[in-house]
């Protein structure tokens, strides 16, 4: 088992990067596909049309999203912790996602980088 960990700079406020991971409608407009989310805890989610899903475990507004991920019959939980921080006119974003299957990591990491906060930062800070 393995441990995602990185930093990344957005140029966004708190507010709205934590909408953009909390708010099912502002996750479909960054991934293109509907989303079950609920900033309840206890509640499952799915995004990417069930690529992802898992159940949400504790939420700080604007500051804080800890999640379960599941990986089919992995017995051990994989656990997301999302930080936000403001940093002067941006917000510093760190993703830390431990217990990821070794077979799994590369595509896991990739995928953060990519297509999960490189989404968001690319929804948050169109090229026009």
Not at 13 to 23: H, R, V
Request: glycine letters at 6%; aromatic letters at 14%; a negative charge.
């Amino acid at each position: 088992m393995k441990t995602f960990k990185k930093s990344f700079k957005i140029n966004a406020e708190p507010s709205d990067i934590y909408s953009a991971i909390t708010n099912p409608y502002t996750i479909e407009l960054w991934t293109g596909y509907p989303a079950i989310m609920s900033e309840v805890p206890g509640s499952e989610f799915s995004l990417w049309d069930g690529d992802i899903t898992g159940k949400n475990i504790e939420f700080i507004k604007d500051k804080k999203v800890v999640q379960e991920w599941y990986f089919g019959d992995q017995p051990e939980k994989s656990t997301v912790i999302i930080t936000i921080h403001p940093d002067k006119e941006d917000s510093v974003v760190t993703v830390e996602h431990s217990n990821i299957p070794d077979e799994d990591f590369t595509d896991i990491a990739e995928g953060w980088s990519e297509y999960y906060i490189g989404a968001i930062i690319n929804f948050l800070n169109p090229n026009f």
